[in-house]
């Protein structure tokens, strides 16, 4: 796994005036876990979730910090609207379910190469060009998830050369993996 100075360093260097808020944008696809990500990083009851269908906007504070958090649906029919959300984004964070192997291949994942095609369409994005990125691979407290690093090596994700990147296990539910320092995030 590659690992730059890290994301909170790069949040640090970000954040140059003390008042200045980052905006995250949080992507994946649907039931990947981002709204329960959200909730348990803004201390919020994760009990009743619902898919979203549009986006969420949360304020987050954490270590000083203040995250404008994004957190836009993952519906095949909504992903064409992602783009109108790349304005202004100094953090992408990129939500994988880790235990929904059947939905590897939807994704554009092959079992040979797993190279999910929405995030390699983001990362040609002119708009997220050189953004930061963290990739959540969630639900790694269920029995069949992939290890962070089989995702990582099925993304390509050390071929990433034009922006700081990590890969973080992490449990949505637990929490575990969001706020610990190893996770860099947050």
């Known amino acids: 796994m590659r690992r730059h100075e ?26 990947a876990g981002k709204t329960t990500i959200l909730r348990k990083l803004a201390a919020e009851d994760i009990n009743h979730i619902t ?13 000083g910090f203040r995250l404008n958090v994004w957190d836009i649906g993952g519906q095949r029919k909504i992903r064409p609207y992602w783009r109108n959300y790349f304005d202004n984004t100094d953090v992408l964070i990129y939500v994988i379910d880790s235990a929904d192997r059947k939905r590897f291949d939807e994704t554009g994942v092959s079992s ?15 708009k997220l060009g050189a953004v930061p990125m963290m990739v959540f691979a969630n639900k790694q407290d269920l029995f069949n998830a992939a290890a962070a690093s089989e995702l990582a090596e099925g993304l390509n994700l050390h071929t990433i050369r034009d922006r700081p ?5 992490c449990s949505a ?10 996770s860099r995030l947050l």
């Open 112 to 126: 040979q190469q797993l190279l999910l095609q929405e995030l390699v369409e983001l990362m040609n994005e002119d």
């Open 165 to 169: 990147w990590q890969i973080q296990p």
């Open 51 to 63: 898919p979203t269908q549009g986006f969420n906007i949360k304020s987050v504070q954490s270590e």
């Open 6 to 31: 890290g994301l909170l360093a790069l949040i640090r260097k970000l954040k140059t005036a003390p008042d200045r808020e980052l905006r995250i944008l949080l992507l994946g696809l649907d039931n």
């Open 173 to 182: 539910l637990s929490g575990e993996g969001l706020k610990q320092p190893h």
